[in-house]
């Protein structure tokens, strides 16, 4: 039918691929209410009636930094990450109305994960620093690089999935796929 979910998800996965050609370059969902963000260069914009009007959400205006990775907390979609080229992480609490910086990686922020068992756990990797992982909502972070010396490019991660169920985590990195459960 025409409200129901699959239906939604079909408008949310077309406006995707629209997106997609339009250079936008990531692309997070909300959708209980149809919400969407969306980055392309140094500009993070927002909608909330599945993408017939957008606003900003954020914007920077350094010279060579861009929106590197964009991820929205599947239990409070007011809580958004977004990782920064420079290695900037960046929390808002207001569904974008307002950014605090979380972390400084000092590498360029390729993806973010929020544990779908708890939110409150999330995983950053990096262009060439690693991962670095939160288990408090952002307060302190710990690298994790020491566990990747002997994997050659390991620290070089371009991409993060997770299992809620097993709790494992999967990593595209350099070295090739990366599996945790911790």
């Given at each position: 039918?025409?409200?129901?979910?699959?239906?939604?998800?079909?408008?949310?996965?077309?406006?995707?691929?629209?997106?997609?050609?339009?250079?936008?370059?990531?692309?997070?969902?909300?959708?209980?209410?149809l919400s969407m963000?969306?980055?392309?260069?140094?500009?993070?914009?927002?909608?909330?009636?599945?993408?017939?009007?957008?606003?900003?959400?954020?914007?920077?205006?350094?010279?060579?930094?861009?929106?590197?990775?964009?991820?929205?907390?599947?239990?409070?979609?007011?809580?958004?990450?977004?990782?920064?080229?420079?290695?900037?992480?960046?929390?808002?609490?207001?569904?974008?109305?307002?950014?605090?910086?979380?972390?400084?990686?000092?590498?360029?922020?390729?993806?973010?994960?929020?544990?779908?068992?708890?939110?409150?756990?999330?995983?950053?990797?990096?262009?060439?620093?690693?991962?670095?992982?939160?288990?408090?909502?952002?307060?302190?972070?710990?690298?994790?690089?020491?566990?990747?010396?002997?994997?050659?490019?390991?620290?070089?991660?371009?991409?993060?999935?997770?299992?809620?169920?097993?709790?494992?985590v999967i990593a595209?990195t350099g070295y090739?796929?990366?599996?945790?459960?911790?």
């Amino acid at each position: 039918g025409r409200g129901s979910p699959a239906s939604l998800i079909r408008v949310v996965a077309e406006r995707a691929a629209l997106l997609g050609y339009l250079g936008f370059t990531k692309v997070a969902y909300r959708f209980l209410d149809l919400s969407m963000d969306v980055a392309r260069g140094a500009r993070l914009m927002k909608s909330t009636d599945c993408l017939r009007s957008v606003t900003d959400a954020y914007v920077d205006t350094r010279a060579k930094v861009e929106v590197s990775a964009l991820s929205v907390d599947w239990y409070d979609p007011n809580v958004v990450w977004v990782g920064l080229s420079n290695g900037d992480l960046l929390k808002s609490l207001d569904a974008g109305k307002s950014w605090r910086t979380m972390n400084a990686t000092k590498a360029n922020v390729s993806a973010i994960l929020v544990s779908r068992a708890d939110s409150r756990q999330v995983l950053v990797g990096t262009e060439k620093g690693g991962f670095f992982r939160t288990t408090d909502g952002g307060a302190t972070w710990k690298q994790v690089d020491k566990e990747l010396k002997d994997l050659r490019n390991g620290n070089k991660v371009s991409a993060l999935v997770g299992d809620k169920a097993s709790g494992t985590v999967i990593a595209a990195t350099g070295y090739g796929l990366l599996k945790s459960r911790d």
